[in-house]
């Protein structure tokens, strides 16, 4: 199995009920990164909303390690102002033969201001 990633307070809680060690991760960023494809995984196995704020937890972490300064926030924020949010529910889907250009994602540069 190998080490896993778990909550700050299971150590305190769960010490001498289980076995195993403890340790704080020596990569906490590649150990968190593994544990989103873990809460991912539920989340698509039950569909129980409990587990948005267990992969919440986890992404808010990340945040912390890898944007310290907040600059990935600041331009995410640009963005959202720029192409929305998901609160409509839009899909995409591309028409037959067409080139990379034409997703959505990538046509930033090119796309039309409203």
């Known amino acids: 199995m190998g080490w896993k990633t778990v909550r700050d307070k299971h150590r305190d809680l769960l010490d001498g009920l289980i076995s195993g060690c403890w340790r704080t991760a020596p990569d906490p960023v590649s150990s968190l990164i593994k544990k989103v494809g873990e809460e991912y995984s539920e989340l698509v196995e039950n569909r129980d909303p409990a587990e948005l704020y267990d992969l919440l937890d986890v ?6 390690l890898m944007d310290p300064h907040l600059e990935a926030a ?32 990538f046509a930033g540069q090119t796309m039309r201001q409203p």
Do not use: C, S, T
């Not at 992404?59 to 912390?64: F, G, K, M, Y």
């Open 74 to 105: 600041q331009a995410h924020e640009q963005k959202q102002e720029r192409m929305g949010f998901f609160a409509a529910h839009l899909e995409w889907h591309p028409l037959p033969r067409a080139v990379e250009y034409d997703d959505p994602d």
């Open 59 to 64: 992404v808010n972490e990340l945040i912390v």
